[in-house]
């Protein structure tokens, strides 16, 4: 039994200019949406943790 060559035929749509040049904007606008969730989790335990904002 041999093992099948990968695919490595896949479109994947990159941008033509700008910022995100030659990059995919949808898996980087989706690891910084990841990344800006964790910091909020990150702030907010940090803040119940050490009591801020209650009075």
Known sequence: MSIKPPFTDLAIN???KG???GHSVEIA???KAIMVG????????????WGVGKH
């Open 29 to 31: 606008l989706l690891s």
């Open 19 to 21: 910022f995100y040049e």
């Open 38 to 49: 964790l910091v909020l989790c990150a702030d907010m335990a940090g803040k119940r943790q």
């Open 14 to 16: 990159r941008s033509q």
